[in-house]
């Protein structure tokens, strides 16, 4: 009988006794995870934002490879739309609406494997500027299918604006004056590589394909005035549907510094923002697309002078690198 007191006392006295959490203790846990959890965040969205740019410089070189394509297979680089109005330079903010046809980002597409999407299209009728101004039916309604290859993945529109295009063409850089009416149009330089009826060759770069851009970066659309979203330029956008506007919806000129123009469209020109400079969504400056084909990230804090003079195909100076 002793002995199995004994030994029961002797069982009990050996057995653990689980313990909980004080509230100490708890709450230094939660410290502990909120600490690693705000360590950790930033580089798992650093990680993000470095996979999405990958995606964007895959897309850009897909572009620059289909640019060259088009180039040597017609001679020339793409104008960024057929137009009957005049890139009068005399006349910078008394230009006169004119319908336009095919845009850069339509004529390429064969060489972006899209060939079925490209005979959809009907190249002897307008083409559309956003979703609420169509212009021939067919090439309205391919519009709006929108086209992933012109999405920037950083660019958190895209999902709710399927139309709209993050890769403009470059037409040209420099200062241009601005215009305090904002119901006239106007237009920008047009001596880069893309623009209205422009026929570039190769040739014609005089200051060296790899010194000159081709496709730029853009965030900025035209949405000015609680228009909404689907008023992004398109990329399949031919015609500037509002007043105060440049002479195409696929392109911009280098006058402004990447990423300067928050804008919101009150005053008299921030209307043209979309049309004067580039920028992106990505932290630091923008990509673009160089002559040569090579694809290059430009800080936001780039000289503004080598910056526009990057955008100009033949004006012999000196280039600084960027």
Same mark, same amino acid.
């Given at each position: ?24 203790? /708890? /709450? ?21 934002? &470095?996979?999405?740019?990958? +995606?964007?410089?895959? $897309? ?10 088009? +180039?040597? #297979? ?5 104008? #960024? ?6 890139? =009068? ?8 609406? +004119? ?37 021939? %039916? ?16 950083? =660019?958190?529109?895209?999902?709710? &604006?399927?139309?709209? &295009? ?16 904002? @119901? ?14 422009? #026929?570039?060759?190769?040739? $014609? ?8 851009? /081709? ?14 979203? %689907? ?8 015609? $500037?549907?509002?007043?105060? @506007? ?20 009150? =005053?008299? =020109? %921030?209307?043209?923002? +979309?049309?004067? /400079? ?45």
């Amino acid at each position: 009988m002793v002995h199995l007191f004994s030994r029961s006392v002797s069982h009990r006295v050996g057995q653990r006794v689980a313990r909980a959490f004080t509230l100490v203790e /708890l /709450l230094v846990v939660i410290a502990i995870i909120g600490v690693l959890v705000a360590l950790l965040l930033p580089a798992v969205q650093q990680a993000r934002e &470095s996979a999405r740019r990958m +995606q964007c410089t895959s $897309k850009m070189k897909q572009i620059g490879v289909a640019l060259h394509n088009y +180039q040597e #297979s017609h001679g020339v680089f793409p104008p #960024s739309s057929v137009s009957s109005r005049r890139n =009068d330079q005399a006349n910078w903010c008394q230009q006169t609406e +004119q319908p336009s046809h095919a845009p850069w980002s339509v004529l390429i597409l064969p060489f972006l494997e899209q060939q079925a999407r490209y005979d959809r299209f009907n190249f002897d009728e307008t083409f559309t500027a956003s979703s609420n101004t169509p212009g021939s %039916t067919n090439n309205h309604s391919e519009f709006l299918k929108g086209n992933p290859v012109y999405h920037c993945p950083s =660019d958190p529109n895209t999902s709710a &604006s399927p139309n709209m &295009s993050n890769y403009f063409g470059v037409q040209g850089g420099g200062e241009t004056p601005n215009c305090t009416n904002t @119901s006239t149009l106007r237009v920008f330089n047009v001596n880069g590589m893309i623009y209205p009826n422009s #026929s570039i060759s190769a040739s $014609k770069v005089a200051d060296g394909l790899s010194k000159v851009f /081709l496709v730029g970066e853009t965030r900025y659309q035209v949405t000015r005035l609680a228009r909404g979203d %689907t008023y992004h330029n398109g990329w399949a956008s031919s015609d $500037k549907f509002v007043a105060s @506007s440049s002479l195409s919806a696929t392109t911009a000129s280098a006058q402004e510094g990447i990423n300067s123009i928050p804008g919101d469209g009150a =005053d008299h =020109d %921030t209307f043209n923002e +979309q049309s004067r /400079l580039f920028g992106s969504h990505h932290p630091g400056g923008c990509h673009f697309v160089f002559g040569d084909g090579a694809v290059r990230f430009v800080s936001d804090s780039v000289d503004l002078l080598i910056y526009q003079q990057s955008a100009i195909r033949n004006d012999s100076q000196p280039l600084e690198s960027l």
